[in-house]
T-cell receptor, first 113, second 114 residues
Framework: DQQVKQNSPSLSVQEGRISILNCDYTNSMFDYFLWYKKYPAEGPTFLISISSIKDKNEDGRFTVFLNKSAKHLSLHIVPSQPGDSAVYFC????????????FGTGTSLTVIP | DAGVIQSPRHEVTEMGQEVTLRCKPI?????LFWYRQTMMRGLELLIYFNNNVPIDDSGMPEDRFSAKMPNASFSTLKIQPSEPRDSAVYFC???FGTGTGELFFGEGSRLTVL
């Protein structure tokens, strides 16, 4: 059963606008969340993370928001750039039981110039 | 420092053949993961090792799949016999830490079983 869900397989955004990618999880024990970015024919690369003790983490154009009560997190990219076009994976782990990461199915972002 | 190294990058084989995928994790990392990427399930964890010991192999789909980590610098994922539904991209990743360590992925091995 999928413990991490990304319900939007794809998203298109105009360059310069905000991109919002969403992720939901079912396991309330998850306490660490990450976003990975993947270009075609490459492995996923780490983008940004957030611990459950926070509700927001910002790194340049990228901000991740965590809503623990809703078991929901989102990635905001502002402003979006054509180079951001990639597949974005959300991942979660329960650090107390080990370093097993559960990934969503990914959202393919296209930033239109 | 070199990243996670996987081989082969591409493998085309016929149904029933044995397939072996290889991975060299980043030196010093103590955890190694094998993932399979499919459209339906995204990045699906197959198995992970901690300090060369298999910790959770519940994601291994069938007995046809097996994985080994004979030492800290090498792991294999074997499929025997292979089937067309095994066609996917297989990623190896490594990390250092206990659940908050960043995962570093290899470039993947694209397997096609005819």
């Amino acid at each position: 059963d999928q413990q991490v869900k990304q319900n939007s397989p794809s998203l298109s955004v105009q360059e310069g606008r905000i991109s919002i990618l969403n992720c939901d999880y079912t396991n309330s024990m998850f306490d660490y969340f990450l976003w990975y970015k993947k270009y075609p024919a490459e492995g996923p690369t780490f983008l940004i993370s957030i611990s459950s003790i926070k509700d927001k983490n910002e790194d340049g154009r990228f901000t991740v928001f965590l809503n623990k009560s809703a078991k929901h997190l989102s990635l905001h990219i502002v402003p979006s750039q054509p180079g951001d076009s990639a597949v974005y994976f959300c991942a979660a782990s329960d650090g107390r039981t080990g370093n097993q990461f559960y990934f969503g199915t990914g959202t393919s972002l296209t930033v239109i110039p | 420092d070199a990243g996670v190294i996987q081989s082969p990058r591409h493998e085309v084989t016929e149904m029933g053949q044995e397939v072996t995928l290889r991975c060299k994790p980043i030196s010093g990392h103590n955890s190694l993961f094998w993932y399979r990427q499919t459209m339906m399930r995204g990045l699906e964890l197959l198995i992970y090792f901690n300090n060369n010991v298999p910790i959770d192999d519940s994601g291994m789909p069938e007995d046809r799949f097996s994985a080994k980590m004979p030492n800290a610098s090498f792991s294999t994922l074997k499929i025997q016999p292979s089937e067309p539904r095994d066609s996917a991209v297989y990623f190896c990743a490594s990390s250092f830490g206990t659940g908050t360590g960043e995962l570093f992925f290899g470039e993947g091995s694209r397997l096609t079983v005819l």
